[in-house]
């Protein structure tokens, strides 16, 4: 079995804070939390990716990867975004370089299409 690298162990604990990142689309203070969006947004791509015979694997894993980077970028509201630049292809290639998800990079590209 290999062996899981370090970078790996300290990305699962980052992707945990998801859970505690509230998503701020609507500045509502009961917003659900990054996680618990991505969880749902994870069960409507698989149901349109059967609905559409499209490739599961890869829409789940668009699905499941789409908002990653807010553990470095943040999730900026509507009236936020046009002001502020976020890098989220820098952040999902600096947390996926070198691990044993290093294909989430081409996965976030081509979602980011």
């Known amino acids: 079995m290999p062996e899981i690298a370090e970078k790996d162990l300290h990305l699962l604990f980052e992707l945990?804070?998801?859970g505690r990142l509230k998503r701020n689309y609507a500045l509502h203070?009961?917003?659900?939390?990054?996680?618990?969006?991505?969880?749902r947004v994870a069960f409507i791509a698989l149901m349109l990716a059967k609905l559409e015979q499209a490739d599961m694997h890869k829409t789940l894993y668009m699905?499941?990867?789409?908002?990653?980077?807010?553990t470095r970028t943040g999730d900026l509201t509507l009236f936020q975004e046009p002001y502020v630049q976020k890098d989220?292809?820098?952040?999902?290639?600096?947390?996926?370089?070198?691990?044993?998800?290093?294909?989430?990079?081409?996965?976030?590209?081509?979602?980011?299409?």
């Open 16 to 18: 945990g804070s998801l």
């Open 29 to 39: 203070p009961e917003a659900p939390s990054v996680a618990a969006h991505s969880h």
């Open 63 to 70: 699905a499941l990867t789409h908002d990653i980077p807010e």
């Open 88 to 113: 989220e292809l820098k952040a999902v290639g600096d947390m996926f370089s070198e691990s044993i998800f290093s294909e989430i990079i081409d996965i976030f590209k081509e979602y980011e299409d």
